[in-house]
């Protein structure tokens, strides 16, 4: 899968508008406080397609609400999809 095919698992995600580059789908989840003991970046994990790009310190927008990008995003599974931790803007 990938792609079209990888572009399709997202469709039902939540909008994604980078402050630069197209608008893409991807899953937001809250992040929990650690994973096999190790501390998590960010208030939020964005869950998106490696066919699109995001990069440290961003800001991005998703679904009305403006986050930056924490860290540099990690491939994950079989390297189709791409995770990175996210800081809600405070204004």
Known sequence: MFGEDVELFYADGELVTPEAGEPFRGFLT?????????????????????TRSLSKSQLINVDGVQYRVAEQPMRIGVGNDLVVGLFRERV
């Not at 096999?36 to 490696?50: E, T, Y």
């Open 30 to 50: 809250i992040r929990d406080a650690k994973v096999f003991d190790a501390p998590l970046v960010g208030d939020c994990q964005l869950q998106f397609p490696a």
